[in-house]
């Protein structure tokens, strides 16, 4: 399966498997595992998209957002749960405003899933790290 690392934003080739005691970048060398989010641009969101066969999952933020903030812990615990099975990512639509307007996002913090470069989720509003787990979960 093709997954794009989180560090060097490379496109990987990793053999599908249950659970992975180490997966590295072959660019930079960097593990794979590592599950910080990954801040996408208006540059680089189509590539990632597109290049990734896990699911990815955005989430669209602001600097100002009181929701964001208190989601942002929850969605970064959340993370750490699924390395090599989701990709974590996020767009501040301060800085991001054309990929705001693209996806029609009128309300932060806006979680969109995508699969196979298709969008097939979305949810508004801050969720909890068991409800982001259990909605995660639909897509692995």
Known sequence: MRVVCPHCLAVNNVPQ????KKANCGKCKQ???????????DSNFDEVIVN????VIVDFWAPWCGPCK????????????FPLKVL???VNTEEEQNLGAR?????????????NA?????VSGALDEN???QLLSQFI
Do not use: Q, W
């Open 70 to 81: 208190m989601m942002a812990p929850n969605f970064e615990k959340a993370a750490n749960k």
């Open 103 to 115: 996806f029609g996002i009128r309300s932060i913090p806006t979680l969109i899933i995508f699969k």
């Open 52 to 55: 990734s066969d896990i699911p």
């Open 31 to 41: 593990s794979l595992l590592d599950t910080k989010p990954v801040e996408l641009k």
């Open 118 to 122: 298709k969008e097939v989720h979305r």
């Open 17 to 20: 498997k249950d659970s992975y």
């Open 131 to 133: 409800s982001l787990n």
């Open 88 to 90: 974590f990512t996020k």
